[in-house]
């Protein structure tokens, strides 16, 4: 046997006796060899597949396109969204400056400041009636009183002017002297228009209208609709085609309480149309039109990114299915959950919905740029999330430096930990919320409603605003006074002293079992001992696309010599 044929584990062939074995023999060793080639190809696309961008360079020579759309992609994503949130802001504080400039011209003795969650209030009959007069009247010498670009716009009912609308009981006596009631539950509505020729007349008729003689007893509301409609310029200095808006302005006079205190509401909703008849001159279309291709560069960059990322995932999908057949092919038996959840990138998933948010996000920008729709706030969300998971996906990039990974690894390893705790503390959070709300609400402004008694046990956990929260009960009754002392400082002390400090002592746990882990070593799964015998047989190389061309000719180099050792020759 010669030493090639011997260190390559070839059969050899000694006597005659040994002829009938020979076909057997050379399959199984053409077997076992296909499948070592098999298992070394597997071994070096995982080695592959796992390493970083720089190592894939240096092994392959492989351009880190992924690497280099995404530091492009945040810089134009970022770009954008600073863009549009100055445009935004300016729409925003537009609604808002028109909201208190019609509480100002509306509503009688306004003073700059809203009474909780309405305006104001009115506690006599005479202030009612002049109230409701004064909004009247300011509507109808808008055009003389207004500083803003503000003009009349017809209604729902294609009308131009003025709607008011009472509710009241149906019919009904009220003698508070001797305690006696006598009313019929079922509501009445009634309306009157007044439009602009109505309210030109002198002197004005529409005030002896029986409509306004108010029965405040049985009175639950007035309500006064109207719209207008004003044009934004400010966004021409910003080089923006300016926006129309319509107004719809609603002021609410509510009694339905009859405690001798009307609250006015003034509502005022903005929606943007197109504008019809620009004409501007100047910079503002060359502006929009390089805003446009600029969305429509980013829309690109996404698209690539969103392909490599999707095409990523099904090429590791791909490799993971090799390895679970291969693994159960060898060693007849399956793979743990962390070793094929390790083939599923999580940072690929994110960066593919940040590109979907993006491109949607984009298309809408690019939609509103052009005034064909207005919907700013759908926009925003979309690509503030976006840049949001943009940036977050930047944490990828720094986890392949040791220093920076454990930030990554303690959240992974703490995240189903901190989520089954939660589950528990949120039931007794729950339970404090529902009680508060109960007990508390009506003497305490922070608890009037579900949601802002949330608000306010959580700024309690974290140390915000406790004194005021405490001086701030209404000390009418005792007992109520004495459950909200129990109440509070049971709750600081159990979720302050303990649950929280036992949230932090799970993160600081599984900090603790990572900084462990790498100072000794982790736990070697399946799959990274499978990458690690590689080394241990001596057969890896520096780089992994190398490996394959040797074997390749080792495995054709075996397969000469098997066929050249023919009967005849052998003899």
Not at 189 to 212: E, Q, Y
Not at 227 to 248: A, M, N, W
Not at 343 to 367: A, C, P, Q, R
Not at 463 to 485: C, H, N, P, Y
Request: proline share 2%; net charge positive; aromatic share 12%.
């Amino acid at each position: 046997m010669s030493r090639g044929a011997e260190a390559l584990d070839l059969p050899v062939w000694s006597s005659a006796s040994d002829q009938s074995w020979e076909p057997r023999r050379s399959s199984n060793a053409m077997a076992h060899l296909d499948s070592d080639v098999k298992e070394e190809c597997l071994r070096e696309d995982l080695k592959f597949y796992f390493m970083n961008p720089c190592e894939k360079f240096r092994a392959r020579h492989q351009i880190p396109w992924k690497l280099g759309l995404q530091i492009l992609k945040i810089v134009m994503v970022t770009t954008q969204l600073v863009r549009f949130g100055l445009s935004n802001q300016l729409v925003v504080a537009f609604k808002e400056e028109n909201t208190v400039a019609f509480k100002y011209l509306f509503l009688k003795g306004y003073s700059g400041v809203d009474e909780d969650n309405y305006s104001c209030s009115v506690y006599t009959q005479e202030d009612a009636y002049e109230s409701i007069f004064y909004a009247i009247n300011q509507y109808h010498r808008l055009k003389n009183i207004s500083l803003g670009t503000l003009s009349y716009r017809e209604n729902e009912e294609k009308r131009i002017g003025l709607k008011v609308c009472k509710q009241h009981y149906k019919t009904g006596t009220m003698f508070p002297s001797n305690e006696t009631l006598n009313i019929d539950s079922n509501i009445e509505a009634d309306c009157l228009h007044l439009d602009l020729w109505a309210l030109s007349k002198n002197p004005p008729g529409w005030k002896n209208s029986s409509f306004f003689r108010l029965e405040f007893y049985r009175l639950l509301q007035v309500e006064i609709s109207f719209h207008l409609k004003g044009i934004d310029l400010q966004t021409i200095l910003s080089r923006e085609l300016p926006d129309c808006y319509v107004f719809q302005n609603t002021i609410t006079f509510d009694n339905k309480a009859h405690s001798g205190k009307i609250k006015i509401y003034f509502d005022s909703n903005a929606n943007i149309e197109e504008c019809k008849g620009l004409n501007i001159s100047g910079s503002v279309q060359k502006n929009t039109q390089y805003v446009l291709a600029f969305d429509a560069f980013v829309i690109v960059i996404c698209l690539a990114s969103l392909i490599l990322c999707t095409r990523s995932i099904f090429l590791a999908l791909s490799l993971r299915k090799r390895f679970l057949n291969f693994f159960l092919e060898k060693y007849k038996r399956h793979v743990c959950n962390a070793d094929k959840w390790e083939f599923v990138n999580g940072w690929y998933i994110l960066v593919i919905i940040s590109d979907l948010m993006t491109v949607m996000g984009s298309i809408l920008k690019m939609e509103i740029q052009v005034k064909n729709l207005t919907n700013y706030d759908l926009c925003s969300i979309l690509l503030g999330t976006s840049t949001l998971l943009v940036w977050v996906g930047v944490i990828r990039y720094l986890g392949y430096f040791q220093k920076y990974n454990v930030l990554i690894l303690t959240m992974q390893a703490s995240l189903p930990k901190v989520l089954r705790f939660c589950a528990c503390a949120g039931m007794i959070y729950l339970g404090y919320t529902f009680c508060g709300w109960i007990v508390l609400g009506p003497y305490h402004n922070k608890f009037v409603g579900l949601h802002t008694v949330s608000e306010c046990l959580f700024s309690l956990v974290n140390g915000d605003d406790m004194f005021a929260t405490f001086a701030q009960i209404e000390q009418k009754s005792v007992l109520v006074w004495l459950f909200s002392r129990l109440y509070l400082y049971s709750f600081i002390s159990l979720f302050i002293y303990m649950i929280l400090s036992l949230f932090i002592a799970l993160i600081t746990d599984s900090y603790d079992t990572i900084k462990k882990y790498q100072q000794n070593g982790f736990p070697v799964t399946d799959l990274q001992a499978f990458l690690k015998e590689c080394g241990s047989r001596g057969q890896c190389q520096k780089e992994p696309s190398a490996l394959l061309c040797p074997i390749c000719c080792l495995r054709r180099s075996v397969l000469c010599l098997a066929r050249s050792h023919t009967p005849e020759e052998r003899k």
